[in-house]
């Protein structure tokens, strides 16, 4: 069973100038594609992870799920409610209860004048939920203790703080949580504890995550599924044991052969060519092609389109 | 054995606070061989950061040197006058920080950056410095160097921007680079360029290079030596397959087995109870009796050996079969 559907889903932002400067330097608009028609289901009880580099538009494609966004074409379909375009506002608020999210930074995402009881309960206390004892409870499932939640934030490391924020994201008993780079501000020793800790709620209270990283072993560890993102776009799609022995997209394969590696000592990495591309202006057919080592005139000219390929998906004209 | 270009002997940086001086870098000694880049690792607050800015004269007051000796090139600089150090940064030390914009002057094309730094430093006519200036662009491969200098900052990606920093502290050819976190603003792809990079200058011109990280990956593949530190103290010093292989310091151990690895499978993460402890409450003894599986009672009360090359310090180094 799918919790999550996305279906087609683009975003587009307007980067113009304002109109005044467009007049006088006789500019058109900009628009910026940061995701452009991208497809995955998220079974339930399970871990998808969304990679890419900055600019892939996996931050965006998260917001868009928990509703901070709202799609400028194609959608979103959780429990299968589409909540962008769902009229119902009894549905909706029964979804919306359902997802929570985790954010990067733990030291900006917490109130420093509010009291940790308060920040853990509000979500409950905003849709008039029972809340007596139900931060004490939290804190001491996240392995904090209880006599913390009259603390304030700033009492708190990074780690704890990230705890906080996994216990407040538990507060109103969701199904999905996006974490959005849950632990890039973090220690290693100190990710190791919020990753497995991620794990073990995971089972005791049967969520689905949507896991956004740069980290490619921290998703290995993680995923159940892998989609691989570049500018925008969903380049693969596959399980974590065949994305890693078996990357079948060139951008995938050279993202795995950059990522630095513990047990390569002195190893002579060829670097990748190049960066990724102003994506105001993307290349022509396959955004990839300006730098892929097997690129051919059909890449240049024609987008390939995700298909099948083995177990997983891929979008490249050479893929097999 | 040649001659190390840096020297740190003994080195301890202390901040007075109301609450009384706390010690980010504690007693930390390490050489640096020409053409050798020292990996420096450890989390925030243990102290990395700290002694590279010791080094380079950057404390920021009221953090001062409270004792040890910092030699460069035969030369004790850490006594050095304002005067004498601005001479000496740029000059024979090159420094490389984490975020490129922020080490670059934004109203300044990065020619008039690049050959300022030339013109203060070396006795060159300025039209030499521009060739210089190419020169150093290029090597560190930013295509179209020559038309490039009149470029500001911004209009360089972050890639790049890391490039023309490391121009800048390569312009005046110092003998020792820090580069402080150089690749963390970076993506994975752009990573690698900039560490293959750094290996080639450090190959090529014998620079010797500090890379200050948090990157266990980084350092295993760029470093040739790595040095360990936990809370302001070095805790191992040594070749860089030897430390990350079989590491003798229990929290080397912890922090390798809490890396997640594809060889290591799906199964739970390996964890070090508790996080760094703050400067201003260092437990007694050894600084990681708290979090460490092997403490015993004079662990508590004895800070223990201190790490130089070849010995952890720890009481109880965990004791493996190297593997050759």
């Known amino acids: ?320 | 054995m040649t001659e190390p270009v840096l020297s740190i002997r003994d080195l301890s940086v202390e901040i007075p606070t109301r609450k009384g001086i706390v010690c980010p870098v504690d007693s930390v000694s390490y050489d640096i061989a020409p053409g050798e880049i020292l990996g420096v690792v450890g989390e925030s607050g243990a102290g990395k950061s700290m002694a590279g800015n010791a080094v380079i004269g950057l404390l920021n007051p009221p953090a001062r040197i409270a004792k040890g000796e910092i030699w460069l090139n035969g030369t004790r600089i850490d006594q050095l006058s304002g005067d004498a150090m601005r001479r000496l940064r740029g000059k024979e030390i090159g420094m490389v920080f984490q975020d490129p914009l922020t080490s670059l002057n934004p109203l300044l094309q990065i020619g008039d950056q690049l050959t300022e730094t030339m013109l203060t430093h070396l006795d060159i006519s300025r039209s030499e410095a521009e060739k210089r200036a190419i020169a150093a662009l290029q090597e560190v491969g930013i295509p179209g160097a020559a038309d490039r200098l009149n470029s500001y900052p911004h209009e360089f990606s972050g890639g790049m921007r890391q490039r023309v920093v490391i121009a800048l502290a390569l312009c005046a050819e110092p003998s020792l680079i820090i580069a402080d976190e150089p690749t963390t603003a970076l993506d994975v792809s752009v990573q690698a360029q900039i560490v293959a990079l750094l290996k080639k200058l450090c190959r090529e011109r014998g620079t010797a290079i500090m890379l200050i990280t948090h990157d266990m990956g980084v350092i295993a593949e760029a470093a040739d030596r790595v040095a360990v530190m936990y809370a302001g103290r070095l805790a191992e010093l040594g070749p860089v397959r030897e430390i990350l292989t079989s590491p003798s310091h229990p929290y080397t151990d912890g922090l390798m087995a809490s890396t997640p690895l594809a060889s290591r499978g799906k199964s739970r993460l390996h964890q070090i109870p508790g996080s760094m402890p703050r400067l201003n409450a260092i437990p007694d003894g050894c600084a990681f009796n708290p979090r460490c599986p092997y403490a015993a009672d004079k662990c508590r009360h004895d800070p223990g050996p201190q790490g130089v090359e070849g010995r952890a310090a720890c009481w109880f180094p965990i004791v493996r079969e190297r593997t050759a």
């Open chain 1, 1 to 320: 069973m799918d919790l999550v559907k996305v279906k087609n889903l683009s975003r587009t932002f307007d980067v113009s100038k304002p109109w005044l400067n467009r007049v006088i330097e006789r500019q058109p608009k900009l628009f910026l594609k940061a995701v452009s028609e991208v497809d995955f289901d998220i079974a339930e009880r399970s871990t998808y992870a969304l990679v890419g580099e900055s600019g892939s538009g996996k931050s965006t494609i998260g917001r868009m799920l928990v509703g901070l966004l709202t799609p400028s074409g194609g959608n979103v379909e959780i429990e299968g409610v589409d909540l962008a375009n769902e009229t119902d506002a009894a549905k909706v608020a029964a979804v919306r209860a359902d997802i929570q999210m985790i954010f990067q930074d733990p030291y900006a995402s917490l109130n420093p004048r509010w009291r940790v009881r308060d920040i853990i309960v509000e979500p409950v206390l905003a849709r008039g939920g029972e809340t007596k004892g139900l931060a004490e409870r939290l804190l001491e499932q996240v392995g904090l203790s209880a006599e913390d939640a009259g603390k304030f934030p700033h009492e708190f490391s990074g780690g704890q703080r990230q705890r906080i924020c996994i216990a407040r994201a538990l507060s109103s008993e969701p199904r999905l949580i996006v974490c959005d780079e849950p632990t890039s501000a973090l220690d290693v020793s100190v990710q190791a504890q919020v990753l497995n800790l991620m794990s073990d709620l995971k089972d005791s209270f049967g969520l689905t995550y949507l896991l956004i990283s740069h980290d490619l072993t921290v998703v290995q560890h993680m995923a159940d599924r892998i989609g691989v993102l570049y500018l925008g776009r969903l380049v693969e799609e596959a399980d974590p044991d065949t994305l890693f022995s078996d990357p079948k997209h060139p951008y995938t394969q050279m993202l795995l052969e950059a990522a630095p590696r513990l047990d390569a000592f002195g190893r002579e990495v060829v670097p990748p060519e190049g960066e990724i591309p102003n994506p105001i202006d993307p290349p022509t057919g396959c955004a990839f092609h300006p730098r892929c080592p097997l690129a051919v005139d059909r890449c240049r000219a024609e987008r390939p389109e995700l298909r099948e390929v083995g177990t997983s998906r891929a979008a490249c004209h050479l893929a097999e």
